[in-house]
């Protein structure tokens, strides 16, 4: 889990290219602004968020993610 706590913030660009190339195997399209586009919708839903949660101890900063179980806090 550190190393999740450390490069959470790349799964976005990753997922971004991992849909990018599935959807040139699926669909083969010359229109690269609308292949972004689709590509970045999808990866911004599945990405991880990163809230921050009022406590009794002040401010932590949590990551939730649809395949986390539980959210990890980063403070």
Do not use: H
Not at 4 to 11: E, P, Q, R, S
Not at 36 to 57: D, E, H, M, W
Request: some cysteine; proline content about 4%.
């Amino acid at each position: 889990m550190k190393l999740f706590k450390k490069v959470y913030w790349l799964i976005y660009p990753l997922l971004i290219i991992v849909f990018m190339s599935l959807f040139d195997l699926v669909y083969t399209t010359d229109n690269v602004i609308l292949k972004i586009g689709i590509c970045s919708v999808i990866a911004f839903i599945l990405s991880p968020r990163r809230k921050i949660i009022l406590t009794q101890t002040g401010r932590t900063k949590q990551i939730t993610w649809m395949f986390l179980k539980e959210p990890i806090s980063i403070d």
